[in-house]
């Protein structure tokens, strides 16, 4: 593949890769992508994969679905033994085939996988504006005359009274 630099471009659907539709709120979408084999300046076997995709994730502020534009641009050296990593150049990451194959979807599902966020933030929600005090604190940006509730207070006169009558 790599000899004939050989391209591979189509379109997958997002119910058919089993790990990342676990990671998502829906399977629905589809994924487009293109597989360049490369020889790469040192002369090594490398896959350029380009990937561009609409997913949709589960936003962990408000739990409401929201769709996440990926876009995946990344350049792998194909390495027959993880021995070889190092002789790597830079830009590239290693992937270690299996018996000298190379499975696109798997690909194409951890690329995507990669590029997901940690934490789905949906883009626009409401963040707490101020910051975090601690227990008993007015907020940061509470107005001033308000009232801060302890609800121990009532607790401290209690155990306060009861010293006096020992």
């Not at 504006?129 to 601690?134: A, H």
């Not at 007015?138 to 401290?156: I, M, T």
Request: with cysteine; aromatic share 4%; glycine share 6%.
């Amino acid at each position: 593949m790599v000899a004939g630099r050989r391209s591979f471009q189509g379109v997958l659907q997002v119910a058919e890769l089993p790990r990342l539709v676990d990671a998502l709120a829906k399977d629905s979408g589809e994924i487009a992508y293109v597989l360049d084999f490369e020889q790469g300046q040192l002369g090594d076997a490398e896959l350029h994969v380009r990937l561009a995709a609409q997913l949709t994730l589960e936003c962990q502020r408000t739990l409401q679905p929201f769709q996440w534009p990926v876009e995946v641009d990344s350049r792998l050296g194909l390495l027959a033994s993880e021995d070889d990593a190092a002789a790597l150049p830079e830009p590239c990451e290693p992937l270690l085939l299996d018996h000298g194959a190379l499975q696109p979807r798997r690909v194409i599902e951890d690329e995507l996988l990669l590029a997901l966020p940690l934490v789905p933030i949906k883009p626009g929600s409401e963040i707490l504006q101020g910051e975090w005090n601690s227990p008993g604190q007015a907020p940061q940006d509470a107005p001033r005359e308000a009232v801060v509730a302890h609800p121990f207070a009532d607790l401290r006169d209690l155990l306060q009274a009861r010293e006096k009558h020992r």
